[in-house]
């Protein structure tokens, strides 16, 4: 890696361009030795309830020993389904320190996508919520249509809050739950596994081998595919996130997490990362409770936040947000698309803290840039390759390396951004053609998404490679004339696509919801009269729908393939 990249010219001077990182630890070493060195620290804050780093071990302890005694085997591949609850926590941990690869399920996946992937990997076991147990798995386990689990593990959303808590919740319907669980060798309870004798068989990872985590990724076409994420991939990730951050101090800080922990954006940045530093995770099970969540923000303290743009769009415009007290928010880190500018500014001066845009995906486990959160920013941009990461633009078709720095009003500049670094995964799991075409000479990995390193050595990312539109004869970027679009006031979300006329033609499409003052009040003409007059006429959109509501992933990342079907 050239010591003499575009990036080093506004380095953070408190950052290192390149770290130590062990390749001789796997995930669960960090939390042994957090355990080991700082058993009294806070680990994980549920709906007012702490518990200590000495608490998680043991439970850890307890649970890989379970499932060890049910048959679990080095390399076995166990699903979770599970909210962000002490339980998945525990499970994560759990499923490593007994040997077996972490296969995380989305929440709220219904039966064929959760039948896909229990599938894909061959999961051995399964750990799932009792109400999403008999909301989609039943009948696949009544059709035999995931043969490969042997253990199903049940727990219930109410098993860690306090006892009145629970059993209120329960009667008011405000906590899912089955009231009869299934009986018989297949099933298991998550508390039976937590008496277990705390001393489980230790297992030796390769760790640049071995897999910690099997994530399944959507992409564009197709079905799901699981990146193989090593035990050496997800460490490295963690100690490239900590070193982005020099003033944390390990014993005081607190992750929000809410991102879902079953994404690999919340489960490296905001839970293994806080097992790196020894911190705490404030557990959100329900993100879009905006109350809620601040409320949790403001009781815990939460310090660390790792979010998407509609995330930090519905509190900023919350009417109750000026109610709370979130100024214990140190540093917020969104991803997984546009971080809109006007959202940036009004969440500021909310909380006091600094947020900036990042970039990654599940391939790179996940972050590979950011801006620099003690130094210049540059909004619009992702900021610079992290540490040991290196960057570079390509053409997508040739695959040759297009030369730097690249402009904005030059399109011939813009290419395929591709990324190498220790957070690369393995591959695709069972899918070498696809490993190949992603993973190409020397280990650069293939992103799919368009951008240029600009003069300065920040990253633009224009958009998905696949999501470009042709609008006669010009190359329009959706991402762009969404961001230009939230600059209307009215405008909530917005989603933009291109989609085909009777003549064949592609044109530009934007489906957008309205903040509440201005429901009734605004029309698609309207939309569009501004837009024709504050955008470009290439890339203003000719057709304009108003929704209710956006169609986003769990994370609040804009589902266009939805928009394009519906």
Request: aromatic fraction near 8%.
């Amino acid at each position: 890696m050239s010591e003499e990249k575009l990036w080093y010219k506004y380095w953070p001077e408190n950052v290192p361009k390149t770290i130590e990182i062990p390749d001789n630890i796997s995930v669960d070493d960090m939390l042994k030795e957090q355990a080991k060195n700082n058993p009294d620290y806070p680990a994980l804050a549920f709906h007012g309830k702490n518990w200590t780093y000495g608490w998680l071990n043991d439970m850890v302890n307890r649970f890989a020993k379970g499932l060890q005694d049910m048959g679990l085997e080095k390399g076995d591949r166990v699903c979770i389904n599970l909210p962000n609850i002490p339980q998945y926590v525990i499970a994560f941990f759990g499923v490593m320190r007994a040997g077996g690869v972490v296969s995380p399920i989305v929440p709220l996946q219904k039966a064929a996508e959760i039948q896909h992937q229990i599938n894909d990997a061959e999961a051995k076991m399964l750990v799932i919520m009792d109400a999403f147990y008999k909301e989609e798995v039943k009948k696949l386990v009544e059709q035999n249509k995931i043969p490969t689990v042997k253990k199903i593990i049940l727990t219930g959303l109410a098993e860690f809050l306090g006892k009145a808590i629970g059993i209120i919740g329960a009667l008011l319907g405000k906590i899912p739950r089955m009231w009869f669980w299934p009986k018989g060798p297949l099933f298991a309870r998550f508390q039976d596994l937590l008496k277990s004798d705390p001393n489980p068989k230790e297992v030796k990872f390769d760790t640049k081998k071995d897999l910690a985590v099997l994530q399944y990724t959507g992409g564009t076409t197709g079905l799901p595919k699981g990146a193989m994420l090593s035990q050496y991939n997800i460490v490295s990730n963690c100690y490239q996130c900590a070193s982005w951050m020099p003033g944390v101090e390990p014993g005081k800080e607190a992750t929000v997490c809410a991102l879902p922990l079953s994404h690999i954006f919340g489960l490296t940045t905001m839970m293994t990362l806080a097992v790196k530093i020894g911190a705490k995770m404030i557990l959100i099970p329900n993100p879009r409770d905006i109350p809620g969540l601040m409320n949790e923000i403001a009781a815990e303290k939460g310090t660390l936040f790792a979010g998407v743009n509609a995330l930090f769009n519905r509190i900023n415009n919350h009417p109750k947000v000026k109610t709370f007290d979130l100024s214990s928010v140190k540093y917020a880190l969104s991803g997984a698309g546009p971080l809109a500018e006007e959202v940036q500014i009004k969440f500021e001066s909310l909380t006091g803290a600094k947020i900036v845009e990042g970039y990654g995906l599940t391939e790179a486990s996940p972050v590979t840039h950011a801006n620099p959160l003690e130094g210049r920013r540059k909004i619009g941009t992702v900021g610079f390759a992290f540490p040991n990461t290196d960057c570079k633009i390509i053409n997508p078709d040739t695959l040759e390396e297009i030369p730097q720095p690249g402009k904005e009003d030059d399109i011939s500049t813009h290419g395929e951004i591709c990324i190498k670094g220790p957070q690369v995964m393995l591959g695709y799991y069972k899918r070498p053609d696809a490993t190949k075409n992603t993973i190409i000479e020397d280990g650069w990995l293939r992103t799919g998404d368009i951008g240029y390193i600009d003069d300065e050595g920040y990253l633009h990312i224009k958009d998905r490679l696949k999501d470009m539109i042709k609008y006669k004869g010009h190359s329009v970027y959706p991402r762009e004339v969404e961001d230009l679009l939230y600059m209307y006031e009215p405008i909530n979300e917005v989603g933009v696509i291109g989609v085909k006329t009777k003549d064949g033609e592609e044109t530009i499409k934007a489906v957008v919801s309205l903040k509440p003052e201005y429901v009734g009040k605004i029309t698609a003409e309207d939309i569009k009269a501004w837009a024709k007059e504050n955008i470009a006429g290439y890339k203003w959109p000719r057709i304009v729908e108003i929704k209710d509501e956006i169609p986003t992933t769990m994370v609040g990342k804009v589902l266009r393939r939805k928009l394009r079907e519906e």
